[in-house]
């Protein structure tokens, strides 16, 4: 059952909503999870290859055999679990009150991480006054 006129409005108000409030999470959102069906086919069938290229190399007393057939078996695991990649398409920023999409600042490059306990040290040591 289609949505009504005012169902889509609100619907697009709210989606709007989240955009500004949170833009990462919306953009989150819409590039939804890994890429289908053939992603976990491949994770699968190279688990099962890694897997039997390791019993091999056990039953034939090859070692190299085994370890290829761990380390296959290892990416593919890898592989099936890994995040998916950003896949940038449609507008990306922030979106206005007034529905427009303004390209999101880019904030300043994030600093190394003992620049931020340095700066932590400092803070700590002013706020106490000495």
């Given at each position: 059952m289609p949505l009504s006129e005012y169902e889509q409005r609100?619907?697009?108000?709210?989606?709007?909503?989240?955009?500004?409030?949170d833009p990462r999470l919306a953009s989150t959102m819409q590039?939804?999870?890994?890429?289908?069906?053939?992603?976990?086919?491949?994770?699968?069938?190279?688990?099962?290859?890694?897997?039997?290229?390791?019993?091999?190399?056990?039953?034939?007393?090859?070692?190299?055999?085994?370890?290829?057939?761990?380390?296959?078996?290892?990416?593919?695991?890898?592989?099936?679990?890994?995040?998916?990649?950003?896949?940038?398409?449609?507008?990306?920023?922030?979106?206005?009150?007034?529905?427009?999409?303004?390209?999101?600042?880019?904030?300043?490059?994030?600093?190394?991480?003992?620049?931020?306990?340095?700066?932590?040290?400092?803070?700590?040591?002013?706020?106490?006054g000495r």
């Open positions: 609100v619907l697009e108000q709210m989606e709007r909503q989240l955009a500004s409030d590039t939804g999870g890994h890429s289908g069906a053939t992603h976990w086919l491949l994770a699968g069938l190279g688990a099962v290859v890694g897997l039997l290229a390791l019993i091999g190399g056990a039953a034939l007393s090859q070692v190299w055999l085994g370890v290829v057939g761990f380390l296959v078996m290892f990416a593919a695991v890898a592989f099936g679990f890994s995040p998916p990649r950003s896949r940038k398409k449609g507008p990306q920023g922030v979106v206005g009150r007034d529905g427009s999409v303004a390209p999101r600042a880019r904030g300043p490059q994030r600093q190394s991480f003992m620049s931020r306990l340095e700066a932590r040290w400092d803070r700590r040591r002013d706020e106490r």
